[in-house]
């Protein structure tokens, strides 16, 4: 079972930066496409982005141009730096390890973007 731990989350203002880091256990982490998922109150959960082995990488409409994810397969760790932060990005975000078979969820972070 792979084991993902998601930190980085807290409280910034609007148009303030935070940088999630997420690390997944087991030495098969560069295969694994890793995906980071948000849920607000009251919302359905979402896909913000999602990195592939190849370092190929995909967002939400609404993150486009503000977030990016990378990864860093020396250190079993996949990031999402998220710029320019809207209170409309408040959400608890959820790092997810794809490994085609299974997914292995994190408990998730806070971010909370409020003045």
């Known amino acids: 079972q792979v084991q993902v731990v998601e930190s980085g989350g807290g409280l910034v203002q609007p148009g303030g930066s935070l940088r999630l880091s997420c690390a997944a256990s087991g030495s098969m982490f560069s295969t694994y496409i890793m995906e980071w998922y948000r849920q607000a109150p009251g919302k359905r959960r979402e896909l913000v982005a999602l990195i592939t082995p190849g370092g190929n990488t995909n967002y939400a409409d609404s993150v486009k141009g503000r977030f990016t994810v990378s990864r860093d397969n020396t250190k079993n760790t996949v990031y999402l730096q998220m710029n320019t932060l809207k209170p409309e990005d408040t959400a608890v975000y959820y790092c997810?390890?794809?490994?085609?078979?299974?997914?292995?969820w994190g408990q998730g972070t806070q971010v909370t973007v409020s003045s």
């Open positions: 997810v390890a794809n490994q085609g078979f299974t997914d292995s």
